[in-house]
C-alpha cells in the first residue's frame, strides 16, 4: 500500500446522503482506477482517470462519479447513497496501462 | 476488515508443501496477466506478472505458467508458509488498454 492512502477507512452512512472517498498518491503515476469489491463479483471498474481533469466511465458507474484536479488526488463521489453501494471500495494507481496496478486499504462503506 | 467473499473456492496445504492455483482467463485477446495476493483486510497486492510472449516467469518463490492454447494460468508457490494464508486472484489486460478483469479468487490456507 506505499503511496497510497484511502480516506476515510470506515464509514457508515443513511440512504439517500452524499459520500466522497478520497485517494490521495505519492508515486505520480497518471493513471488512478476505482473499484468496488463484492463477494462473488470480484474486483469491478466504477470509474477511471488517465490523467488530471480526464476521467472515463467504468463497467458499475451508475450512481457514482468522480473528479481529479491534480494527478496525486481521485475522489469518487456517491451523490446519493443507496444500500446496494454498501461495499468496499478499493483505489489503484498505474505507471501506464498494460501494467500492474497498486491498490490502496480500501474503504468500507455502509450504506443504511 | 476488509472482505473479499464468502465462497470463494479453497485450497489446504500443509506448511512446507508446494501449492498451485489455478485460474481460467476468458479473453483469447489478453495479452497481460497478473497475480494479486489478498490479505484479510488489505487490499490486493500484486506478486507476479506475465506477458503472452511468455509461458513461464519465475520470482521469488513464486512461478507463474501460462497456457494460451487452453486460456489457463497457474500459481506455484514454492514451500508455502503461514504467511502466504490469503486469497489470491488472476487478472487479464489486452492491448493495454484500460480494462482489467479479475479473477474472484480462491482462498489458501497454510496448515502448520
Known amino acids: 500500500d506505499a503511496g497510497i492512502t484511502q480516506s476515510p477507512r470506515h464509514k457508515v452512512t443513511e440512504t439517500g446522503t452524499p459520500v466522497t472517498l478520497r485517494c490521495h498518491q505519492t508515486?505520480?503515476?497518471?493513471?488512478m482506477y476505482w473499484y468496488r469489491q463484492d463477494p462473488g463479483h470480484g474486483l469491478r471498474l466504477i470509474h477511471y482517470?488517465?490523467?488530471?481533469?480526464?476521467?472515463d466511465k467504468g463497467e458499475v458507474s451508475d450512481g457514482y462519479s468522480v473528479s481529479r484536479s491534480k494527478t496525486e488526488d481521485f475522489l469518487l463521489t456517491l451523490e446519493s447513497a443507496t444500500s446496494s453501494q454498501t461495499s468496499v471500495y478499493f483505489c489503484?494507481?498505474?505507471?501506464?496501462?498494460?501494467?500492474?496496478?497498486?491498490f490502496g486499504p480500501g474503504t468500507r462503506l455502509t450504506v443504511l | 476488515g476488509e472482505s473479499v467473499g464468502l465462497h470463494l473456492p479453497t485450497l489446504s496445504v500443509q506448511e512446507g508443501d508446494n501449492s498451485i492455483i489455478n485460474c481460467a482467463y476468458s479473453?483469447?485477446?489478453?495479452?497481460?496477466f497478473i497475480w494479486y495476493k489478498q490479505e484479510s483486510g488489505k487490499g490486493p497486492q500484486f506478486i507476479i506478472d506475465?506477458?503472452?510472449?511468455?509461458d513461464k516467469r519465475q520470482g521469488q518463490r513464486v512461478t507463474v505458467l501460462l497456457n494460451k492454447t487452453v486460456k489457463h494460468l497457474s500459481l506455484q508457490i514454492a514451500a508455502t508458509q503461514p504467511g502466504d494464508s490469503a486469497v489470491y486472484f488472476c487478472?487479464?489486460?489486452?492491448?493495454?488498454?484500460?480494462?482489467?478483469?479479475f479473477g474472484a479468487g480462491t482462498r489458501l490456507f497454510v496448515k502448520a
Open positions: 479473453n483469447s485477446a489478453s495479452d497481460y
Open positions: 482517470s488517465y490523467g488530471v481533469k480526464d476521467t
Open positions: 506475465i506477458r503472452s510472449n511468455m
Open positions: 508515486e505520480n503515476h497518471r493513471y
Open positions: 487478472a487479464e489486460n489486452s492491448a493495454g488498454g484500460f480494462k482489467t478483469i
Open positions: 489503484a494507481i498505474s505507471e501506464s496501462t498494460g501494467n500492474e496496478q497498486f
